[in-house]
C-alpha cells in the first residue's frame, strides 16, 4: 500500500515501512518474532453494548525492527522492537462513552500485555473493556474488565487546551498475578490532529515496573488516551 512515495510492504512475517516529509524520514524492516495475536472473541473485540459496537482487531506484538530514521536531515541507524495494531470497523462509541485509555506493553522476558478500558461518562469503566496477555510461548489469556484493574496516581494539564491527562498508572491483574507501576517516557505528548483525524488526544511511550507471579518485570510500550480533550465521538 502507498500514498505517493510514502509505502508500506509485505512478504510473509517481513515489513517494510518507508515515508519522509522534510526532514524527517523513517525506513525500517519489520521482522514479526510472534504469529498474529487474535484479540476479543474469534478476532471480533466488542466495544459496548448492542449489535454492531465492535471492531475486527489484532496485533503483531513483537516486530524485530532495523533501519534509519531522519531527524532534521540527519540520517541515523536504528534498532528495537515495534508492535503493530490493526483494528477495523464501521461503528463508533455508544453516547454514554466518552473515550479509552489503551495499554500496550513489551517485556524482557518476552511477553506481552494488551488492554483497554473504555470509559463512561460518569468515569466509570464500561464492561466490555478488556485485555490480552501474550505468553513468551505464544500462549494468549483473554482479560475481562472483571479481570483488571487501573489507578490513575498523577495527573497532567495540556499547556494548549483544556485536557487533563491521566500520566502514571497502577496496573493490577490478580489472574495473571500482575502489579505494574506505569509512568510515561515524559508528560507531553498530546497529538493535535484537528487538521487531519479532527481530534485531539493523547499517545506516547511508558515504561512499567512491578511484579508478575512474584518475579521482578519491566516492560516498555505505549498509551493512547481519547476524551479527555473533548468527547470522542469519532467513528472508530
Known sequence: VWVGDWEVAGTGTTQRLRAKDGGFGVDLTLVAQKPPVIHGDNGISQKGEGRGHASHYYSLTRLRSEGTLAVNGKTVPVTGLSWMDHEFGSTQLNPDQVGWDWFSLQFEDGTELMLYIIRKADGR??????????????RIVRLRQSDFS????????????KGVYPMKWRLSAPTLGLELT?????PDQELDTTKSTRGIYWEGAVSAEGTVQGRRASARGYVEMTGYAEPFRKKL
Do not use: H, I, N
Open 182 to 186: 506505569v509512568p510515561p517516557a515524559f
Open 125 to 138: 469503566p464500561d464492561p466490555y473493556s478488556a485485555g490480552t496477555w501474550v505468553g513468551a510461548d505464544d
Open 150 to 161: 487501573v489507578e490513575v496516581v498523577e495527573r497532567w494539564k495540556s499547556p494548549r487546551g
